[in-house]
C-alpha cells in the first residue's frame, strides 16, 4: 500500500490485564483464611502488530476477544500493562503536554457504544464544534457551517444539531460519534464496531466515504468490527483475534480465500448468507473459553478439530508461512 | 386464533419545538404466539419508538397519539399506563438496543439478574442463582460464577448485549421485543444466541418481535417480515418471499445495499439520497425523492394494498413481473 515502509503504528508484545479486585467482603473471607483470589482477565495478550500509512487494517474475533481493549490502547485511552505503542516512532504511553495532546487529536476513536461516550448534557452541534473550536480546526467563525458539514457527510440533517443524544435513534447516534472523530481533521481513526449499528443503506454510505477520505485524505485505519463481510469489504489487511492473542494476518482477500488458521476457517464457515428459507441455527460445539481462566497452549486446542497433544501445551507463536502471512498454529509445523 | 399482539394504525408522535415528528405514523401488524416478525427498517424509520409504545415507555415531548395496541385481548392504549405496568418485564420483555437501558452500572450483574427471577418466580436464591448461571451459558458467557460478581462495565459491548438477553429469556414473558439485540455479535455467537431464541419460541410458544437492519440475520430467523420506511410499515409479507422478491422499491434497495458477496472494495450500492426529516416529509409516498421508479402518481398518499395474496406493499408501482 504505503510507498514508505515504516510502519504508523507499531504495536510489539503489548498485554492489557484487568485484575478484578476482592470487595469488602471477599477480603474478609480471604483474611479468614478462604481460598478466594483476586480475578485476572487477560484481555489482550502479547500482540504484535504493524500498520502502515493509508492502509486499513481489520480486526475481527468473537465477543470478548479484546479487540475494543487492544482499540482503546491505540487510541491512548487505556496503557498497555506490558509492550509498546508507537506512532510515527514514539511510544503513545509515554507521551506528555503538547505532544500527548497532538497525538491524541491525530489518533481518533470511534467508539463502539455510542450512548455511553456522548455527553447526554451537550447538543450534538457541541459534541461535534467542541473540538474542532477549541483546537482551532477551522476559525472560530466558520465553527457553524463546519458542524453541519460534518454532519451531512455522515448522512444526518444539519437540522438536527440542536438536538440531544437522546432524541435520536440508535444509528444516528452511532454517526454522531463518526462525525465527532472527523471533525478533528484525524490522520488515524480507531473504528470500533462503528456500523455495527446501521442498516444497510446507511453502512454503505459510510463505508464509502471511510474509503473516500481515505483517498482525499490519507487516513488509515484499524477497523474493528465482528461483520466479516463488511471487514472483507473495507480492509487491506486483516488481523484476526481470538482470546487475547493476534492468531492470524495477513493480505484480505489471501486470508478469506485461503485461510490458514483452524479458527479463521471455522470463522469463514459460519459467514451468513442471505437465507431464502428459515435456517436452524445450532449452538456452540465444545466449551466456551474465558479469558479469566484461558486454556492453556493454544488457547483454541479445546473447540478445534485439529488439536493434537502438542497444541495443549505449548503456545504456537505467530510465523510467517507464506510473505506477508502469518499464524499462530503449530499444524504450520508439521509438514 | 387471534393473534397474541394486534397493532392497529399507531401513532406516536414527538411534539418538539421545531415541529412534530411523526416516528411512528399509522402502524399496523400483528404477531401470533411461537411466531417470529422481524421489524426491519432504516435508521430512524420509528422501529424503536415502535417497540417502546408497545410497552408505554415513550417519554414526553412523545406521545402515543392514537391506534390500539390489544395484547391478549386487553387495549393497552386506552387502558394506559396501569394495563401496561402489570405486564411490562412479566408477559411483555423488551431487549434494548442500547444494553444500558437494561443493566444498572451500579449493581452487579448478580444482584441484577437474581432480582429477575425472584421477581416471578418463587424459588430460593440458590435456585435463582442456578437460573442465572444457566442463562449466562445460554447466551455463551463462560465462568459465570465470575462474570455474576461483574459489574457491567467490565465485561465487552458484546457481552453486555449478551446478559440484557439472558435476563430477558429469565422473565419467560409471551412476548420479547427485542430491538437490534445482536449487532455487537459475531456470528458464531449470534448463531448461538438464535438457536436459544428458536428453541424458547417454539418450546413455550413465546412470540418475538425482532428489530433490526440486518437482513441477513432476520430473513434466517423470521417467519414474516415488516418493513418500515419514515414511521410506517411499507411492505409486509413472508419473509422468504421478500427476500426473493422484493415488492417495494426501498425493500429493492435495502436488500442490493448488502455487502455479502460484493467485489472488494467496490463502491457498495446505496440508496440514493438522505432519509427524510421526519418534521418535513414529502407529500404522497415519503420515498418518493429516493425511488427510481417514482412519478406523478407517487405524489397521493399511498395506502397498504395487496397485489400478491398475502404481500402487502405501500406503492403504486410495486415491482411485478410481467
Ligand atoms: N425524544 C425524541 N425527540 C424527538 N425525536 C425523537 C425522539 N426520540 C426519537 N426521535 C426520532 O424518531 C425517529 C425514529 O427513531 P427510532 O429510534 O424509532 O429509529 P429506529 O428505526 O429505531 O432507528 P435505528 O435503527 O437507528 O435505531 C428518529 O428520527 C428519531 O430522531
Ligand atoms: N474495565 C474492565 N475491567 C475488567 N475487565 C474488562 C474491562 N474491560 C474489558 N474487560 C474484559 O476484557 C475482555 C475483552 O474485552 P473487550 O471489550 O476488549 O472485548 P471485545 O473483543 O471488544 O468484545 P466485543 O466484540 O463483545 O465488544 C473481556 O473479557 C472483558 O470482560
Ligand atoms: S495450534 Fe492446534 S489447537 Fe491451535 S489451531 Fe492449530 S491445530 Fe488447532
Ligand atoms: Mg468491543
Ligand atoms: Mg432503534
Known amino acids: 500500500m504505503a510507498e514508505n515502509n515504516a510502519p504508523i503504528l507499531q504495536m510489539k508484545g503489548v498485554s492489557k490485564r484487568f485484575v478484578k479486585e476482592l470487595d469488602t467482603a471477599e477480603k474478609a473471607a480471604r483474611f479468614f483464611g478462604s481460598s478466594i483470589e483476586e480475578q485476572i482477565v487477560h484481555a489482550v495478550d502479547g500482540v504484535d502488530l504493524a500498520v502502515q500509512k493509508g492502509e486499513v487494517l481489520g480486526l475481527v474475533g468473537e465477543s470478548g476477544c479484546g479487540k475494543s481493549t487492544l482499540g482503546r490502547m491505540v487510541a491512548g485511552l487505556t496503557t498497555p500493562s506490558e509492550g509498546s505503542i508507537r506512532f510515527y516512532g514514539e511510544d503513545i504511553a509515554s507521551l506528555k503536554g503538547d505532544a500527548a495532546r497532538r497525538a491524541a487529536l491525530q489518533i481518533q476513536l470511534v467508539f463502539q457504544d455510542p450512548m455511553s461516550s456522548l455527553n447526554p448534557r451537550l447538543r450534538v452541534g457541541e459534541i461535534v464544534g467542541e473540538a474542532p473550536r477549541v483546537h482551532k480546526v477551522v476559525p472560530r467563525k466558520d465553527v457553524d457551517s463546519y458542524v453541519d458539514e460534518t454532519l451531512e457527510r455522515v448522512g444526518l440533517d444539519p437540522a438536527m444539531r440542536k438536538r440531544y443524544p437522546h432524541q435520536f435513534s440508535g444509528g444516528q447516534r452511532a454517526r454522531i460519534g463518526i462525525a465527532r472523530a472527523l471533525a478533528v481533521n484525524p490522520s488515524f481513526i480507531v473504528c470500533d464496531e462503528s456500523v455495527a449499528a446501521l442498516d444497510v443503506s446507511i453502512q454503505a454510505q459510510i463505508l464509502n466515504l471511510f474509503m473516500r477520505l481515505r483517498e482525499e485524505l490519507d487516513l488509515t485505519y484499524l477497523f474493528i468490527s465482528h461483520d466479516l463481510g463488511v471487514v472483507e469489504h473495507i480492509s487491506d489487511r486483516i488481523a484476526v483475534m481470538y482470546l487475547g492473542r493476534v492468531v492470524e494476518m495477513g493480505d484480505a482477500q489471501a486470508l478469506f480465500a485461503e485461510p490458514n488458521h483452524p479458527y479463521t476457517q471455522a470463522l469463514l464457515a459460519e459467514l451468513p448468507t442471505f437465507e431464502v428459507k428459515r435456517r436452524t441455527y445450532s449452538t456452540i460445539k465444545g466449551e466456551i473459553p474465558s479469558p479469566l481462566n484461558p486454556p492453556a497452549g493454544c488457547h483454541f486446542h479445546p473447540r478445534c478439530p485439529h488439536a493434537f497433544a502438542r497444541c495443549s501445551t505449548e503456545r504456537p507463536r505467530l510465523t510467517e508461512i507464506a510473505p506477508g502471512r502469518f499464524s499462530a498454529c503449530h499444524l504450520n509445523e508439521q509438514a | ?322
Open chain 2, 1 to 322: 386464533m387471534t393473534a397474541l399482539l394486534d397493532v392497529r394504525d399507531l401513532k406516536t408522535h414527538f411534539f418538539t419545538r421545531d415541529g412534530i415528528a411523526k416516528a411512528v405514523d399509522g402502524v399496523t401488524f400483528s404477531v401470533e404466539r411461537g411466531e417470529i416478525l422481524g421489524l426491519v427498517g432504516e435508521s430512524g424509520s420509528g422501529k424503536s419508538v415502535t417497540g417502546f409504545s408497545l410497552l408505554g415507555l415513550v417519554d414526553p415531548p412523545g406521545k402515543v397519539v392514537s391506534g390500539e395496541i390489544v395484547f391478549d385481548g386487553a387495549d393497552l392504549v386506552a387502558g394506559g399506563e396501569e394495563a401496561i405496568r402489570g405486564l411490562r418485564g412479566k408477559r411483555i420483555a423488551m431487549i434494548f438496543q442500547d444494553p444500558m437501558m437494561t443493566l444498572n452500572p451500579v449493581l452487579k450483574i448478580e444482584t441484577q439478574m437474581v432480582e429477575t427471577v425472584l421477581a416471578h418466580a418463587d424459588v430460593s436464591r440458590t435456585e435463582a442463582l442456578t437460573r442465572c448461571r444457566e442463562a449466562l451459558l445460554r447466551v455463551g458467557i463462560s465462568a459465570p460464577d465470575e462474570r455474576l460478581a461483574s459489574y457491567p462495565h467490565q465485561f465487552s459491548g458484546g457481552m453486555r448485549q449478551r446478559v440484557a438477553i439472558a435476563i430477558a429469556l429469565l422473565h419467560e414473558p409471551d412476548l420479547i421485543i427485542a430491538d437490534e439485540p445482536t449487532t455487537a455479535l459475531d456470528v458464531t455467537i449470534q448463531a448461538q444466541i438464535l438457536a436459544e431464541v428458536q428453541k424458547l419460541c417454539a418450546e413455550t410458544g413465546t412470540a418475538l418481535i425482532w428489530i433490526t437492519h440486518d437482513l441477513a440475520v432476520v430473513s434466517g430467523l423470521a417467519d414474516r417480515l415488516a418493513v418500515m420506511y419514515a414511521g410506517r410499515i411499507v411492505e409486509e409479507g413472508p419473509t422468504s418471499e421478500i427476500i426473493a422478491n422484493p415488492l417495494h422499491p426501498y425493500t429493492r434497495g435495502l436488500i442490493e445495499s448488502v455487502p455479502h458477496g460484493k467485489p472488494h472494495r467496490s463502491l457498495l450500492q446505496q440508496i440514493k439520497g438522505m432519509a427524510p426529516s421526519l418534521l418535513n416529509l414529502p407529500e404522497g409516498c415519503s420515498f418518493r425523492p429516493r425511488c427510481p421508479r417514482a412519478d406523478d402518481a407517487c405524489r397521493r398518499a399511498q395506502t397498504l394494498g395487496t397485489p400478491l395474496p398475502g404481500r402487502h406493499v405501500r406503492c403504486v408501482h410495486p415491482y411485478i413481473e410481467g
